[in-house]
């Protein structure tokens, strides 16, 4: 081994060497077989490295040697920063039709947008059928909670004021046939479908703008996403109609969805990125409350 590089006079002045390109090569080839750095420190030394000069010689090369690891990495899989996208629910609207029929109901389209994709129903729900569901979930009612992006487990959150329950999937008469006609409605199987969440909002709740998928970054969604994969799509539907506010809003265009009881806004989001524009968030209520119930779509079955 050269021992090149810059070392120190007993003056205490610095004499600039050259760290070769050999020595570095030695240094990572040293690292890569898994040689303890003290080791490698030693080996320095013993060919006449001052110890200081050495630990600086060998900082920098592994550092710069991380660097360039990370640098090429992005660059040959830029796949790892935008993930490929998966096929996500979707309504039969391809011809435009201005109802559609699911199952026992007629729906009406009222708006559509293609990016981000979203699809405003009118009448998704019966008068009936928003009134039963608030009757089941008003005494479950308990603060809302987010995904803990550490653990995957749920957290109270200051971004969402709301209050809110789970059904389970099935679990009484109208949810299973509502759970069936959201399936129908998209192509997606019941299965890959929550439990139905129902949330309410007193004046001044909201729930601030965030996406639905669980950012794979994050530690916590891991386990989440071993339940049945990526979350691919979110049905909103109103249960109620607040006096003011509590529209939902898609800040990246500008959209914001009228809470009208019974209807439904869905929109889907085919990759966990920003790209997807589905940023979305609940306005505060401002006069009167918001009921609403939410069903997230699953890429796979959702145990
Ligand atoms: O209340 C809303 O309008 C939005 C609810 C929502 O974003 C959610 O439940 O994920
Ligand atoms: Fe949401």
Avoid at 16 to 33: F, G, K, N, P, T
Avoid at 138 to 162: F, H, I, K, Q, Y
């Amino acid at each position: 081994m050269q021992s090149q590089s810059s070392t120190k006079t007993n003056a205490g002045q610095q004499r600039q060497q050259y760290i070769s390109v050999e020595l570095r090569q030695w240094i990572v080839a040293q690292a890569q077989a898994g040689v303890a750095p003290e080791t490698v420190l030693e080996a320095m030394k013993s060919s006449g490295w001052h110890e200081d000069v050495a630990i600086k010689a060998l900082e920098e090369t592994l550092r710069d040697h991380l660097n360039q690891q990370v640098a090429e990495r992005q660059a040959a899989a830029p796949a790892d920063h935008e993930p490929q996208p998966v096929p996500v629910p979707d309504a039969p609207i391809a011809d435009s039709p201005s109802k559609i029929r699911i199952l026992d109901r007629d729906v009406t389209v009222l708006t559509t947008m293609k990016h981000p994709r979203v699809i405003v129903l009118g009448g998704f729900l019966s008068d009936d059928e928003c009134d039963k569901i608030i009757a089941l979930a008003g005494p479950r009612m308990a603060r809302s909670e987010t995904v803990d992006n550490l653990t995957g487990g749920s957290e109270v959150n200051v971004a969402r004021t709301s209050r809110g329950m789970f059904f389970e999937r099935g679990e009484t008469g109208v949810i299973d046939r509502v759970e069936r006609r959201i399936a129908a409605l998209l192509s997606w199987p019941v299965q890959n479908g929550e439990g139905l969440q129902v949330l309410h909002y007193q004046p001044g709740a909201e729930y601030k703008p965030h996406y639905d998928y669980f950012d794979p970054v994050h530690p916590g969604s891991a386990s989440i996403l071993k339940r049945g994969g990526q979350r691919v799509g979110t049905l909103l539907m109103y249960l109620n109609t607040p006096k003011k506010g509590g529209g939902t809003i898609f800040p990246d265009v500008g959209l914001e969805v009228a809470p009208i009881k019974g209807n439904a806004c869905f929109f889907s989001y085919d990759r966990a990125h920003v790209n997807t524009k589905s940023l979305h968030g609940g306005q505060p209520v401002i006069e009167g409350e918001k009921w609403v119930a939410t069903k997230w779509l699953r890429e796979r079955e959702f145990i």
